[in-house]
């Protein structure tokens, strides 16, 4: 990874505390728009599998989302999802289809997580199936034969190891993750899912205690 001054926002675009996070995350984003650049990473929280979830750990997500809706107020789940779909234990494809988006236009990778996340969270969709990725590419008026080549791409699928390996090497093993990076090194910052004032504070004071002091 480059050297300097940034946030890293290591996330997953299946992840339902991401999703929880959003609305503080979003808020964090635009109070630190003028003090230092963001970066998303994808930490890939479930490899590729075609294997149908157990009902062991469709129920103990959903039990997961439940929490998630006490934990941090306002935050919806669409509970079909578990009727309508086949769940599988899958992210990397959404990670890939996030990849894609980003190679295609640098402003669609945080519209493909919208994307994707609407689908899961609201939709009831399944973004854990290719044709659900490429269905979301048209909507969001993408070239979808160039997106459906990206997402099965040996680079794509290249970028998505790079990724897990930068973010395990900072410790960020969990989603979502916050890293304030300063040369070379990283800087855990407390996820708060209600309060984005209490990590730009940190966040603040990280920055101004690392900041060259002028001589007396």
């Known amino acids: 990874m480059q050297h300097g001054k940034r946030l890293i926002y290591v996330h997953d675009p299946m992840c339902s505390w991401c999703w929880g996070f959003r609305p503080a995350f979003d808020e964090l984003s635009l109070r630190l728009a003028d003090h230092i ?3 998303r990473l994808l930490g890939g929280l479930a490899p590729d599998s075609d294997r ?3 009902a062991e750990q469709q129920a103990f997500l959903q039990d997961t989302w439940r929490h998630i809706q ?3 107020p306002g935050t919806r789940f ?3 999802f578990w009727q309508d779909c086949r769940p599988r234990r899958s992210t990397w494809p959404a990670c890939r289809a996030v990849i894609a988006a980003r190679a295609i236009a640098a402003p669609a990778e945080p519209r493909m997580i919208d994307a994707i996340q609407r689908a899961y ?3 009831a969709r399944n ?3 290719d044709e659900t990725l490429v269905a979301l590419a048209a909507e969001l008026g993408l070239d979808t034969d160039r997106f459906a080549t990206l997402l099965s791409a040996a680079s794509t699928h290249q970028t998505l190891a790079t ?3 930068e973010a395990q090497g900072m410790g960020a093993t969990s989603f979502p993750s916050l890293r304030l990076q300063i040369d070379s090194s990283y800087l855990p910052i407390t996820v708060d899912y209600n309060d984005a004032t209490t990590m730009f504070d940190r ?3 990280a920055l101004d205690s690392r900041a060259p002091r002028s001589p007396v």
């Open 37 to 39: 650049p963001i970066v």
């Open 52 to 54: 149908p979830m157990p």
């Open 70 to 72: 006490q934990r941090i």
């Open 78 to 80: 669409n509970f079909g």
């Open 121 to 123: 969270y609201l939709d």
């Open 127 to 129: 973004p854990s199936d």
């Open 163 to 165: 990724e897990i390996a």
């Open 203 to 205: 966040i603040r004071d």
